[in-house]
């Protein structure tokens, strides 16, 4: 498990959570009791800033259907309307893996195979409706892996898998059981604790028609095979301090709102009536009696360090939007060049790629030649470039690189031209002569 992984669980899991966390998110201040302590901790609230930011993000390469290439095998295109065996289609499915990687930085595609025992030919399987399917790992059940490099390849060739399993327990309860699945190239073993013992011991075992383990990472931001970073690991930060400065924010307002009542000589015999109808007498000249209140200045500077910083977030989970500058030439497109591409385009290739990959292995399982290929909206990064790329493609447009047409659809896609215009009409309506114009002469 990663450094930040409780961090990233904590934060998604709202103000519940964080509240759970404790001490590890919101220290105690010195010389606090106890007391006072769990009370503030009681009624912090969390701004679910990172949480909203990775739905809203993990959500721009989704809002459109992710689409199945021709390539891609008839059975294969019918298994992806639930891919997972749990009634989820395969663009649901790659939401949820996109929005993880956000999130934790790293999770993966395990393609596996129901076990076939008594099933002897694949017609057999086929009656019984045995076919592979998708499941979606995450960072925090991955306990370790091995891996060589094979022909230059990095591959895997041990993986173990934290899994927790439901059993029944007499006639009406259940049990969760704890198990961890060791995977390794062409077989399959699963470890459970022995009952009243810490000591792991084989469960169950077998091979597998795969001579590989079918696995596929998917990355957040790569940091080697296998590793991943949170993109949005910094705004995980901010929202940690916004929790703290927020806990410190409430309780100087709570303390500001009850002012202080302040006497001066008035002697230890006057009795003390606070209210409307009440009256306190002094005999001496000197003796004073007043509400002693908050100036506010503490309180004013603590809500705009609180603003700046809900800014400083919003920013933060932007800058994955922003197409970074590349070597882009008069004869290439930002959206053809890989470093002129935001970084959340990025994670929605690389995650294309993984699902071509898992595709291929859920073909392999049942001898089919290819897996084929699926298509993942990407063109949400190129809205941000609308000025800035309009005079580019001008000038693609006038050296004779870029047609009139293309000029007029990418024009359209920035939201330049009005998306409700045809090029067919806007060509006709080029073709005739503008009002007003004088006649060719010839």
Not at 164 to 188: K, N
Request: charged fraction near 25%; aromatic fraction near 6%; charge should be negative.
């Amino acid at each position: 498990m990663s450094a930040p992984l409780p961090l990233i669980r904590s934060l998604l899991g709202g103000t519940a959570a964080m509240r759970a966390a404790g001490e590890q998110y919101l220290p105690r201040w010195p010389n606090e009791e106890e007391k006072s302590y769990v009370a503030r901790l009681g009624v912090a609230t969390l701004f679910p800033a990172f949480r909203r930011t990775v739905e809203v993000l993990a959500g721009k390469p989704f809002s459109k259907p992710l689409t199945l290439g021709d390539d891609v095998p008839a059975r294969l295109n019918d298994w992806t309307e639930d891919i997972d065996l749990q009634g989820r289609n395969l663009h649901s499915f790659a939401a949820s893996l996109c929005e993880d990687a956000l999130a934790a930085g790293f999770c993966g595609i395990l393609v596996d195979y129901p076990p076939t025992s008594g099933l002897r030919t694949q017609a057999d399987e086929n009656a019984a409706g045995v076919r592979p399917y998708f499941v979606h790992i995450k960072l925090d059940d991955l306990l370790g892996w091995r891996y060589k490099r094979i022909n230059g390849v990095a591959t895997l060739t041990q993986l173990r898998i934290l899994e927790c399993v439901t059993e029944d327990d007499g006639d009406f309860g259940e049990r969760e059981i704890q198990q961890v699945r060791v995977l390794t190239s062409g077989a399959w073993a699963i470890y459970r604790k022995a009952p009243d013992k810490d000591d792991w011991a084989l469960h169950d075992d077998g091979t597998t028609t795969l001579p590989v383990i079918p696995f596929v990472p998917v990355y957040g931001q790569r940091a080697g095979f296998m590793l991943g970073t949170p993109p949005l690991l910094d705004l995980a930060h901010m929202n940690v301090e916004h929790w703290q400065s927020k806990s410190d924010q409430q309780t100087i307002l709570h303390v500001a709102r009850v002012p202080i009542l302040f006497t001066k000589m008035l002697g230890d015999e006057v009795e003390i009536t606070v209210g409307a109808n009440s009256a306190v007498k002094a005999q001496d000249q000197h003796s004073d009696m007043k509400f002693v209140e908050h100036s506010g200045q503490a309180i004013e500077a603590g809500r705009k360090s609180l603003l700046d910083l809900e800014d400083q977030m919003r920013q933060a989970g932007a800058e994955l939007l922003v197409i970074k500058p590349g070597n882009v030439t008069e004869v290439q497109t930002v959206a053809d060049n890989e470093q002129g591409a935001c970084a959340l385009q990025r994670i929605a290739s690389d995650l294309e790629d993984a699902i071509d990959a898992a595709l291929q292995l859920m073909a392999q399982w049942v001898s089919e030649p290819e897996g084929g290929h699926v298509t993942i909206y990407k063109d949400f990064g190129a809205a941000t470039l609308a000025e800035a790329s309009a005079e580019l493609l001008q000038k693609m447009n006038m050296a004779g690189t870029l047609s009139d047409e293309t000029l007029f659809e990418e024009m359209q896609r920035r939201g330049i031209i009005r998306p409700d215009l045809e090029w067919k009409d806007e060509s006709t309506r080029i073709g005739k002569p503008r009002p007003g114009a004088a006649p060719e002469t010839a």
